[in-house]
């Protein structure tokens, strides 16, 4: 049995029955947590964290992470124009090869930043061949995912406007039978549909009895912008009684109260995106809203094409907008403010309530014996953290990526003394490539358009 023994760490367990050992030792036993406490003494490799916070690894509930290879390509795009640029304009040139090159890129990047699972919302099937590559990247990674099937791209007429076009389900099952036949795996699989609005109802009915013949959670964007934040989407879903315990719903922006109260009757799961909410006109990130009907949101990147990639950016725009509307209710009041969230909050939102909207949190969320050992090591000596008053606060107001010292998945070191164990220069060397193949197909196809009259 490997063994290995992190010492003398600030640790931030995020289980309420354990709380934080200001300095504290945490055992791994192969791929699990078996203790944590003051104090351990063990045989066992030895990782010094004397100076560093000790924390679970972060969650990433929505990330098209297929994108990687058009970074920044929309930096001032709203929600409208993302359609047209990405899905419309780059994601019918996708081949598979951009979709492997996308993805090992895309997670190192986001084991590099802390974030040891990823909910790989992956919308670009355009042929078999796509989520074999896709898959193939995220295993060669070795983070932690949940793969979800999505629709093609190949055309934004077809794809997202009244759709009649099912997503495969003869592929669904292969790929669930091919790679996911256990879910006692590091990779487990979902299904990304797009919805009632974007498809028709008879498109709707196919894709829920899909995941639920194959046993799949279903995540879905719902509530944003100025399209579908006018759908009611929870109250269509609703009526054709397709509401179920375990499925996601991204960014809910616009939700009415009614549909607040469904999603939380159902039992169904919130991810939060909150950068690109505010900054690409989905609306204000509901974070405060889900907790107020007993939910526990999530955080999620979303889109590199125009935001980071990574969790702190994500934690400090919720804490601020949160923190604006929360204080503005006191101030028409006059009235002290009291009870707001804290920075605390956003780091258990980051980990555990991420596990538990991935459906991961028996395995991984928290500093727990018995849970997998999804743990990150944050650099507390550096002149942007030190010194330490509040080691919460270092983590979700001061660090970032650079901090990021360590970074295990499953009981193996990904990341160690601020650099990646891979083959960063391949994967870069992959990535630019589909990013100089994209661009040029891009423009051959925009040159042989006809010209608009």
Not at 43 to 62: K, N, S
Not at 176 to 203: H, I, N, W
Not at 338 to 363: D, P
Request: proline share 4%.
């Amino acid at each position: 049995m490997a063994k290995t023994l992190i010492r003398g760490g600030h640790v931030l367990t995020v289980d309420p029955a354990i709380g934080d050992l200001p300095a504290g030792d945490v055992l791994i036993e192969d791929d699990k947590i078996a203790a944590v406490a003051p104090s351990i003494n063990a045989d066992a490799e030895v990782i010094d964290a004397t100076g560093f916070i000790v924390i679970p690894g972060f969650v990433d509930t929505h990330r098209h992470t297929w994108e990687t290879a058009i970074r920044n390509v929309a930096p001032d795009a709203t929600l409208d124009d993302y359609f047209v640029e990405i899905l419309d304009t780059f994601a019918p040139h996708y081949r598979a090869e951009d979709v492997y090159n996308s993805n090992l890129a895309g997670a190192l990047e986001c084991l590099n930043a802390g974030i040891t699972t990823l909910v790989d919302w992956s919308h670009i099937n355009n042929t078999p061949a796509h989520p074999d590559a896709g898959i193939q990247a995220l295993q060669e990674t070795g983070i932690r995912a949940q793969y979800a099937y999505g629709s093609a791209n190949l055309s934004l007429a077809d794809y997202w406007f009244e759709s009649s076009i099912v997503i495969p389900r003869s592929d669904v099952q292969r790929v669930r039978e091919t790679y996911f036949s256990s879910d006692d795996q590091l990779l487990t699989m979902g299904l990304a549909t797009r919805g009632p609005g974007f498809c028709k109802d008879d498109v709707v009915r196919a894709e829920w009895a899909m995941a639920t013949e194959l046993s799949l959670p279903i995540t879905c964007h719902v509530g944003m912008g100025r399209m579908a934040g006018r759908f009611g989407m929870i109250k269509q879903l609703k009526d054709l009684g397709l509401l179920r315990a375990g499925d996601t719903y991204v960014h809910c922006c616009y939700f009415s109260d009614e549909e607040w109260q469904l999603v939380a009757d159902s039992g169904g799961l919130i991810s939060i995106a909150p950068q690109v909410e505010q900054q690409m006109g989905h609306g204000y990130p509901p974070v405060r809203k889900a907790m107020n009907y007993g939910l526990r949101p999530s955080f999620s990147i979303d889109v590199v094409t125009t935001v980071p990639g990574d969790m702190f950016t994500q934690i400090r725009a919720a804490f601020a907008v949160e923190r604006v509307l929360e204080n503005s209710v006191f101030w028409e009041k006059n009235e002290p403010a009291t009870g707001l969230l804290t920075a605390r909050q956003m780091l258990e939102i980051a980990t555990l309530n991420g596990a538990f909207v991935a459906g991961l949190e028996a395995k991984t969320g928290s500093l727990t014996p018995g849970k997998k050992a999804d743990i990150v090591l944050v650099d507390a000596q550096s002149i942007n953290t030190a010194p330490i008053h509040d080691a919460a606060a270092a983590v979700t107001l001061s660090a970032d990526v650079s901090n990021v010292d360590t970074v295990i998945v499953d009981g193996v070191v990904r990341k160690r003394g601020g650099k990646l164990v891979a083959d960063v220069a391949r994967a870069r060397q992959l990535v630019e490539s589909s990013k100089d193949y994209l661009v040029g197909a891009v423009a051959a196809a925009k040159a042989a358009a006809p010209a608009s009259a």
